[in-house]
């Protein structure tokens, strides 16, 4: 049965509603929940100070930045699932992470003690690999978002041979760090961190937001979009640059961290209809509240250390991906 636009918005509405009280509510947990309960009495107790350090250093600016993270991969899945027409695009489609990946492992194992933070590191070889793959695709016949897709593809896995290879220099100290950031983590996320992260978020959600029209235009695809008015050479840049940015703050914050901006923006679409106008918030929203929740489990779930975040987001969003491709729901 087809739904009408009234149940459309209706039902956007609900979901977003209970999509924001998640969210609110996984950062109240996050604030409370730890290795040590802190309840409000404990802040202003005898000890309030070390309980107030304890929230307001360490579990607040995690807590933000998952939130950041979240909303912000959901938003570049969508814009890049738009932009591409492809049910598969995510936030890491184009060489993000790999090149990401590969930028932070030359810093970890060959320049350890430079005073650039890995987070520079992983920030420039992502965009390296997208600047690369865009470059290439320009250079080749044919539609450019399938051209831009494959060139993306191919760095990608040269990105992550190069990655391997390079591997094999590190010492026994650094593969623990390695992994760790490969698999993702907010671990080392503080307010600095969480500044950047909101830069990032701002800039590329206000391209997703300008360029709302654009990209329901963009999913009848590039030739229809030219044909109602949309200078397809000049947006592309816009939409492809700003999901790119969105993706690339947060891998450079917390490393790997994958099926949120792959998964989300289905959940979001199969509720709410294709509308991006619609669905940019929603999207926002409920990437921030899986997000916050994920994190929270993979800091309380162990007695001891916590779980890597991509691997608590794998095991969320796997069984939903596995639904959705039986259902047969991709971009209905």
Known sequence: MSLTFNDRRRRAAVLFAAALFLAVAGAVAALLFGKQFVSPAMLVSDDGALFQKIVFMLRAPRALGALLIGGSLAVSG?????YFRNPLADPYILGVSSGAALGAVIKIIFIPDAAVPVAF??????????AGAW???HGVRGDLTITLLLSGVALSILAGSLLSIIILWARPGELGLIIRWLMGTLAGIGWRETAWLAAGAAVGLSFAVRFRREMNAFQLGATVAESIGVNVKSVQYWIVGGATLLAAVTVAAAGLIGFIGLIVPHICRIIAGGDVKRLIPLAAVTGAAVMIWCDTIARTVLASGELPVGAVTAVVGVPFFLWLMHRGRFLS
């Open 121 to 130: 590191f992983a920030l420039a070889g992502g965009g390296i690999v997208v």
């Open 78 to 82: 969508l814009m890049l699932q738009s």
């Open 135 to 137: 470059f290439l695709s």
